[in-house]
């Protein structure tokens, strides 16, 4: 039947995060996210300066019970106030964007008003912030407020100051009743959401993060902010991660993450990231050959392990450079590249991972980016003070309407929770979801993730980034004499056996399946929760969808079975289509030829073990095979159950079948758990969940489908282990972390639904 049930699952931690940023770890703000354990790391290294060199010898500490997240860090010695000031700081530094370096000044002050100006919806996001406290502190600069006024930022900046004093003994502190306030719009400028585009928060946090490192003590505060970063890592139960970070700032990882790796016996390596992809001709190539191949020509940089192409995704990238980058340094003797990689003595890695983002999209244009940045591009004359105040009315007025809708829908369920009671939850929903403020006539539009405009953007920069990636692996390197000789295409060049090179899609959320057949040697990495969370999966259609799905976002609670089915498709096909012609006869032949499963199964292992060990053939020799055909045959018979129609047995053995040919989606990352409200556990789960709403129904027993999630879950683990060991070197000795423990039950059907409960079970080691 086509309701399903899966016994509480135990799932143990998944060990891999494929796609993160370096930037973006650390949560904002979270009271359980605190160091079990304290940390040592006596870390040495070099920084350039005026032609020579200086040595840094430092000892880096993480105290037992501190909070590893962005407050956690701004504020400063662990004690009871330390989340508070942390919280404070963090919104300080907020402010001082807006007085240094404002995105919406900048941007009104530029001749080009079309350009979206990286960090214009935070800058938004800060003055509706300074809106609502001048009015709760009763400040008079509200009246002639003006975001691109440095006046208001600096009035609040020290009001809030002056609040944080310390008050006469046995006095509250003034500013313990804005600190719900501040979190809220902490969690707005510092991490993406439904209305603060990625890109915005990563602004965010390098501007805060080169103001911390100017204070007193800021050097010892950076490098904790790595080892912070490393040991959530840990805590979460990752002993292997590839985490991209900018060429100005990874020699200092680099010794970072070389101590931590040592000490911890973890497996953290670092990608060189670059945003030139998408910037002028010759760009991306100059700054590969000048900034990125010293960081591989240097011995002591032994993390680093491959190139990071990333980037907001609102324009088409130039793909054939970094190609034809690689190529001329695969040709080069001797190859300065890949001199550390391979059969060389301690590499680095076996590849060299080159990192696409492609196929992800954040959205921001012209017509689709802050409302005052929309109202500087569109309207006649610039916004002045009767704009702006006109704006402050209609933020209060919004603060108002979403109190009342807190009051109408106090009661929540597991599924939907009720809001929580900041005082300003659901601000943002009233104010943009509607795009309702006008100005002389002209209705302002505002960036919104669950918005058409959004979804047409998105999908229309990622499916275009997909297809120019495709060109570019067809193309050819010019000939290096004529006349011209047929040669090979960038992609059988650069991934040809004996290669040191391997390639990996991050996102690839647009028409993956093509290329996942037209390219065997890619693979993906997958963050489903990254793209749903911030909007680039286009999934939800508004507010309502967003939050009702929550079962999918945050794996507890509902799911739209039409939601599931849509993912799927995108990200991991199942369908008989999927098959060769081949696999469908040799399957064909299995189930009319035998008498029963059983039969089947074993009469027909040589067979299925061939056409499995085919499927996965890049990752094979690093797979068990007796492992693979246990969980194959496990699953068609949880699948089957006691029916002894060879038709079933057919569509059991292709739908499994086509679980292990998209291996490659099983790569899990969390895109930065941080900036991005996800984590690789919860990848783990929601992979579980594609995967095994794929093989449901199941004709079995409650015992089978206990065996269901357990060999969904091994595979998943076992195929992203292997894939390490294909491309970058031995496991971890590492075994910390949690697991967690969900039970699924769902109905298979359209216009249904499947739910996800889940507990987290203990420690598994000390971390």
């Known amino acids: 039947m086509a309701y399903f049930s899966l016994p509480p699952l135990t799932l143990p931690c998944y060990r891999f995060d494929y796609h993160s940023h370096f930037g973006g770890i650390l949560p904002v703000d979270n009271p359980k996210a605190v160091a079990t354990a304290p940390l040592e790391l006596k870390v040495a290294y070099q920084i350039p300066d005026e032609g020579s060199t200086i040595n840094v010898d430092a000892t880096v500490n993480v105290v037992k019970g501190q909070q590893l997240t962005l407050a956690g860090l701004f504020g400063g010695q662990l004690d009871e106030q330390q989340p508070e000031r942390g919280a404070l700081s963090l919104f300080l530094k907020a402010l001082m964007l807006m007085e240094e370096d404002n995105p919406l000044a900048k941007l009104a002050g530029s001749p080009n008003h079309s350009r979206y ?97 100017a204070e007193d003590g800021g050097n010892e505060r950076y490098l904790q902010w790595m080892a912070m970063s490393l040991l959530y890592l840990e805590q979460e139960g990752i002993a292997h991660a590839q985490l991209a970070m900018g060429e100005d ?92 990689f391979g059969s060389a003595e301690q590499p680095r890695a076996l590849q060299l991972v080159s990192h696409i983002h492609c196929g992800e999209g954040m959205g921001v244009s012209s017509d689709n980016r802050s409302a005052i940045g929309y109202a500087i591009a569109y ?67 505002r960036y919104d993730g ?9 999908a229309y920069a990622g499916k275009r980034n997909m297809m120019a990636l495709c060109e570019a692996l067809d193309g050819s390197p010019p000939p290096t004499q004529p006349p011209a000789a047929q040669t ?50 286009g999934l939800f259609a508004s507010v309502e969808g967003y939050r009702l799905n929550r079962g999918f976002r945050h794996l507890d609670g509902y799911v739209d079975t039409d939601l599931l089915t849509t993912v799927s498709d995108k990200v991991m096909f199942m369908g008989l289509q999927a098959l060769s012609v081949d696999q469908v006869d040799s399957l064909m032949t299995l189930a009319r030829g035998s008498k029963t499963l059983t039969e089947l199964l074993q009469q027909g292992q040589k067979t299925l073990s061939g056409l499995l060990s085919a499927a996965i ?68 789960l929601r992979c579980v969940l594609l995967l095994a709403y794929n093989v449901a129904p199941f004709d079995t027993s409650a015992d089978g489908a206990a065996a269901v999630g357990k060999s969904l879950q091994e595979l998943v683990s076992t195929i ?36 996800v409960a889940r507990a987290v079970t203990p420690d598994s080691a000390s971390a």
């Open 117 to 213: 100006e990286r960090g214009e919806c935070i800058a938004e996001d800060i003055f509706i912030a300074c809106v609502c406290l001048a009015d709760q502190l009763k400040l008079p600069v509200l009246r002639d407020a003006v975001a691109t006024n440095p006046v208001l930022y600096s009035t609040v900046r020290n009001a809030l100051k002056q609040l944080a004093l310390a008050p006469p003994i046995g006095e509250k502190r003034p500013i313990e009743d804005l600190m719900p306030l501040l979190r809220y719009f902490n969690d707005k400028i510092y991490s993406a959401s439904k209305y603060t585009p990625f890109d915005d928060a990563y602004r965010m946090r390098s501007f805060a993060m080169k103001k911390l490192r």
């Open 720 to 755: 992203s282990a292997a894939y390490w060991q294909t491309t970058v070197g031995p496991l971890a000795a590492n075994t910390s972390g949690r697991g967690n423990t969900a039970t699924i039950a769902g109905y298979k059907a359209p216009a249904s639904v499947v739910t």
């Open 617 to 684: 053939a890049p990752i094979a020799p690093n797979m068990n095979p007796d492992a693979s055909y246990a969980s194959f045959s496990a699953l068609v018979t949880a699948m089957v159950g006691a029916n002894t129609s060879p038709s079933v047995w057919f569509a059991a053995l292709a739908r499994v079948l086509n679980v292990f040919i998209n291996w490659r989606s099983y790569l899990l990352g969390s895109d930065a758990q941080g900036v991005e409200h996800t984590n690789v556990q919860d990848e783990f």
């Open 488 to 537: 090979q295409s960038y992609y059988q060049l650069l991934t040809a056996s004996g290669s040191l090179l391997g390639f990996r899609l991050g996102h690839a959320y647009y028409y993956r399946s093509f290329v996942a057949a037209r390219y065997p040697l890619i693979a993906f990495d997958t963050n489903l929760g990254s793209n749903s969370i911030t909007g680039a999966s």
């Open 249 to 340: 700032e990874i020699r200092v990882a680099n010794a970072v993450l070389g101590v931590y790796n040592t000490n911890r016996n973890t497996r953290y390596k670092l990608l060189a990231h670059t945003a030139t992809v998408y910037a002028g001709d010759q760009a991306l190539a100059g700054e590969l050959n000048n900034k990125i191949l010293p960081l591989f020509e240097d011995a002591s940089l032994t993390e680093v392990i491959g190139i990071d192409l990333l980037g907001s995704e609102n324009k088409v990238g130039n793909y054939g450079e970094l190609f034809s980058f690689l190529a001329t340094q695969m040709n080069a003797q001797p190859a300065a590249l890949t001199k550390f």
């Open 450 to 458: 669950n918005s058409v405009r959004t979804q047409e953007l998105v």
């Open 379 to 445: 309207s006649r004359f610039a916004p002045g003070s009767k704009f702006y105040r006109a704006y402050a009315d209609y933020v209060l007025a919004c603060r108002t309407a979403a109190k009342g809708r807190r009051d109408e829908n106090a009661r929540g369920t597991v599924g939907t929770p009720e809001y929580k009671d900041n005082g300003v939850s659901g601000l943002f929903d009233e104010m943009f979801r509607n795009d309702s403020l006008t100005i002389d006539g002209l209705t302002l539009r």
